[in-house]
């Protein structure tokens, strides 16, 4: 047998090897989160300190806490510490909502509105993530500071 036609043949070998019986994985891929609906309460409104950096006018932080409609619920929550008692409102990816927009849905200290409590499942994605059904986050879009384009 010449050298051509054992090099040849190592190179089947090792191709038809390399994926016989191996399980596909993927790394991250679709998340899957549980709810946990409640109410939140806004405890807190004020500037936001790094307010230059953002595309809306008058931003503010707005801080919350969460309350759930099952009192049992806690016991449920996988990441027991991470943003347990509320969080801060956030629009279009992170950013700090105008406080035009914040008052104009009547978010204001002492307010209380629907909110859900999402925890992950499955998947490699933001662990706690406050979904806030009743907040219209399109209405903000318009109140962007003069020079900026993105919504």
Known sequence: MNSKMLLFLIFLFL???CGSGAKETKAGG???YKE???????TKIEEDPQGIRNIYKDPVVVTFSFTPDDADAVNKYRFVKFLKDGGTLHINGGKN??????EEQGYTVGSKHKAIR???RKG??????YLHPEFEEHKC???KK???ESP
């Open 15 to 17: 191709l038809s090897s």
């Open 30 to 32: 679709a998340c899957q």
């Open 36 to 42: 946990f609906p409640g109410t939140m309460e806004i």
């Open 97 to 102: 909502p105008p406080r035009k927009c914040i």
């Open 118 to 120: 999402t925890e992950l």
């Open 124 to 129: 490699t994605c933001t662990p706690v993530v």
């Open 141 to 143: 879009y318009g109140m």
């Open 146 to 148: 003069e020079g900026t």
